[in-house]
């Protein structure tokens, strides 16, 4: 049971930073995972959409998404963790 959460859940990240923040974060599992870690993907999308529009106002250009340390773990680990699956 906990394999299809787990995909539900980096769907519903993947979706909510596609249709609220404008990214398409799908290709990059570093961010996935830190999103899976910190939860709250809607939350985290809405903020980051409201702060690249202020960024956009001051002629900024657009802050992408972040990954924590897990997330830069699972991205500098990729080519094993591919291996064990």
């Known amino acids: 049971l906990t ?3 787990v ?3 980096l769907k519903k990240s993947i979706d909510a930073y596609r249709t609220i923040a ?3 974060i799908s290709q990059n599992p570093g961010l996935t995972a830190t999103l899976y870690n910190v939860g709250n993907p809607e939350e985290r999308a809405a903020a980051l959409k409201a702060e690249n529009a202020s960024r956009k106002s001051q002629g900024l250009a657009p802050k ?3 990954e924590n340390y897990y997330g ?3 991205n500098e680990k990729l ?3 591919q291996a064990l699956f």
């Open 7 to 9: 995909a539900a859940t």
């Open 64 to 66: 992408y998404p972040e």
């Open 3 to 5: 394999l299809p959460y």
């Open 22 to 24: 404008g990214f398409d």
């Open 72 to 74: 830069w773990l699972v």
């Open 79 to 81: 080519p094993e963790l």
